[in-house]
């Protein structure tokens, strides 16, 4: 059984390409059931975002180079499209690659964003289509459920996701460093630019209690406060309503500086000190940078936004490296839970058909015994029994050990040597069974 | 009681360095364990001071050991419940450290003034000692928390204002918490303060029948209470927050460690060993 992931994302596709071979969410069901043929390809997922598309497939018994065709094939079928236009935009992975590759997505170390939580909910949203389409099983099940584990063990040990990495965003992150919680604060919007729309979005949405908009354009103030639920304000009231605001956004089209810091004095004095966070996105700056001087006021301009992105981004990158450590543990744990978990029908048939040779025979010998009693009789079979999983237990010992090293040869000699089946895609059999009876039979 | 106090001790440095730990690496779990050992040892410190109480006879803060070590229980009480009410660990980096700093020197430390325990007991308001004492204790606690807290907001001020933004601003709670957090230790600390002294006067007047003897312990007592009183009716009135608010709570805790270890340089009517 190997796991092959074939795909292409923003590093290695451009956006044209990428949304030629996006999958709907009807196609990816249809594609599926296209995909997994049950012979070869046991198992397949789909991962279709923005950013990235790509194909993850639990097989059996092909080589890889023709599974790689086969994948390709099936990509330029589902979109029709031909191979020759994404085909050198394509990466592919195997096993343990494979594994890596899936963990890093789901715990959005692969996004163009680092630690963006959106990758999480996408492969969910994949997973499950996969689950509908029927086209899941054994190992697929437990890859993705250990790479939700994954995803979750780096968003809570690590710092990918702590602090933003957009400008808008700032606003936020910022504003919670000064006043903790922003439930009930007051913005004030001074002009009406888009960047300023969108922190004041990302305000509202971290609870922010009112919004007031003030603009040269009355008609635009009054259209943004009823989207917000806000409260257009005249221009002429701006020194009142400076004194009422906990954070001021300042994104005016003005050549000179709208907040002074005599403005600023005024304001801190009818606020009896409390802080003020200003945050001013407008080129050239309507805030007078002295204002910054004044006690219990804090200005940022757009550098001052610009560097501490970049800062968190530093950060995050740092993070990133914990992360990937996180990973590569789990990489190695999936790996050996994989072998357990494959390995295990083939025992237990293995150990069923010792048994059951056993208890034919005792069947067949039975009449010639005479006349035993009940605890005769249990005893008997335990000795057959027990004879039996004393003699398999080498083998399979053996066959466990070849297993855990990968000597997949061997592996198929004993498997022909006592004609068992290659264990079916969906028959889940618990580990821990297997671990008891080796206790039994030792 | 020695090999108690010395769990507590280790609980306690454990609580410490993984409180370090966790400001550090920002790890939630550290974070736990830091907690956990906390309270192991605040309990074991409570079981190890009542025992001092029946063992010694005497209520447990006498002499500089049992001073020590009750100081640090009500730093560990101090923090716990301000931990409860405004949940912010980094606060915890630089008590914890104090706590087992202190504990660490009572276990080491030989009671020699046990002298004074003949002029404060043995008369007729004798309750009113300890009362006295404990009072106080908790109010130099709650200073020095206000101390931590003023210094945590110098800090991410420093940071906010510079726009540096560092380890520490990543670390640190918001200015708003850590104000919170110094104006309502302030608060509970003066009331403190103000009934120590009260109840200080009290025993007094029963045992002597004097209110005030000049003592330089009473004197900077007297002044560290006018300090903490003028920081609060200035939040309350003036608006006077932030940065000067928290200049002043750095300078009255330094009064406090004058009322505290100085006046026994000095020479003091206070001095019981402490």
């Known amino acids: 059984m190997s796991i092959i992931l074939v795909g292409l994302n923003h590093k290695t596709a451009p956006v044209g390409v990428r949304e030629r071979l996006a999958f709907t969410d009807e196609a990816c069901a249809a594609g599926l059931r296209a995909l997994v043929d049950g012979e070869v390809v046991r198992e397949g997922l789909i991962v279709s975002t923005c950013n990235r598309v790509e194909v993850l497939t639990a097989t059996e018994g092909e080589r890889t180079a023709d599974q790689l065709t086969r994948i390709v094939k099936f990509l330029s079928d589902a979109r029709s499209i031909p191979s020759e236009d994404f085909s050198n935009h394509l990466y592919h992975h195997e096993d343990d690659a494979a594994v890596r590759h899936v963990f890093r997505v789901a715990s959005s170390l692969d996004s163009m964003v680092v630690g963006e939580p959106q990758v999480l909910g996408q492969v969910r949203r994949a997973y499950s289509l996969a689950v509908t389409a029927g086209t899941t099983g054994r190992v697929l099940n437990r890859l993705v459920h250990q790479a939700l584990h994954v995803a979750k063990r780096v968003r809570t040990e690590t710092g990918i996701a702590a602090s933003a990495v957009s400008i808008s965003y700032m606003a936020v992150e910022l504003g919670r460093k000064i006043f903790g919680s922003l439930k009930g604060r007051t913005v004030l919007l001074i002009g009406a630019g888009e960047m300023a729309e969108l922190s004041a979005r990302h305000l509202v949405g971290a609870g922010v209690g009112r919004v007031l908009i003030a603009n040269r354009t009355v008609e635009t103030a009054q259209r943004m406060a009823a989207e917000f639920g806000g409260e257009a304000i005249d221009y002429s009231r701006l020194p009142k309503s400076l004194a009422e605001a906990d954070i001021v956004i300042c994104s005016t089209g003005a050549s000179s500086y709208v907040v002074t810091p005599e403005l600023a004095r005024e304001a801190l004095e009818l606020r009896r000190n409390r802080p003020v966070f200003f945050i001013d996105i407008s080129v050239p700056r309507n805030i007078d940078p002295a204002v910054g001087e004044l006690p219990n006021l804090f200005v940022f301009d757009i550098d001052d936004l610009e560097a501490v992105v970049a800062s968190n981004i530093r950060e995050r990158e740092r993070e990133a490296e914990r992360a990937e450590l996180i990973v590569e543990s789990e990489v190695m744990q999936f790996q050996q839970s994989l072998r357990a978990l494959s390995i295990g029908p083939t025992l237990g048939a293995l150990r069923r058909k010792f048994q059951d040779v056993a208890r034919e025979e005792l069947a067949r010998q039975r009449n010639r015994l005479g006349q035993l009693s009940a605890e005769q009789e249990r005893a008997i079979e335990a000795l057959l029994l027990s004879t039996v999983n004393k003699i398999s237990h080498p083998i399979i010992h053996h066959l466990r050990r070849s297993y855990d090293t990968g000597e997949e040869e061997t592996m198929r000699a004993w498997r022909e040597v006592f004609r068992l089946e290659e264990p079916s895609g969906d028959e889940q059999i618990p580990l821990d069974d297997d671990e008891a009876d080796d206790e039994q039979t030792s | ?274």
């Not at chain 2, 229980?73 to 409860?84: D, K, P, R």
């Open chain 2, 1 to 274: 009681m020695r090999p108690l106090l010395l769990t507590v001790l280790s609980a306690y440095v454990v609580a410490a360095i993984h409180s370090i730990l966790a400001f550090v690496n920002k790890r939630r779990t550290l974070e736990r364990i830091s907690l956990f050992a906390l309270f192991a040892g605040f309990m074991l410190h409570t079981v190890a001071l009542m025992a001092d109480w029946i063992e010694e006879g005497h209520y447990p803060l006498f002499g500089l050991r049992e001073t020590l070590s009750f100081l640090a229980w009500t730093l560990a009480a101090t923090y716990g419940l301000i931990l409860y009410r405004y949940r912010t660990q980094s606060l915890g980096t630089f008590t914890l450290p104090l706590i087992a700093l202190l504990v660490f020197i009572a276990s080491v430390a030989r009671d020699t003034g046990s002298t004074a325990t003949g002029t404060v007991t043995g008369n007729g308001a004798a309750w009113l000692f300890p009362l006295h004492t404990t009072l106080l204790v908790f109010a130099y606690a709650s200073f020095f928390v206000v101390f931590v807290a003023s210094i945590m907001y110098l800090l991410q001020e420093r940071e906010l204002k510079l726009k540096t933004f560092g380890a520490i601003f990543h670390r640190l709670p918001s200015l708003t918490t850590i104000n919170d957090i110094a104006t309502t230790t302030a608060g509970i600390g003066l009331t403190l303060l103000t009934l120590g002294i009260l109840s200080g006067m009290l025993w007094s007047s029963s045992r002597d029948g004097r209110l005030w003897h000049n003592d330089p312990k009473e004197i900077f007592a007297v002044l560290t209470w006018l300090l903490y009183l003028l920081l609060i009716l200035y939040r309350a009135t003036a608006g006077w927050r932030g940065r000067r608010a928290a200049w002043l709570g750095v300078a009255g805790f330094a009064l406090v460690l004058c009322t505290f270890f100085g006046t026994r340089l000095i020479g003091s009517y206070h001095n019981f060993g402490f």
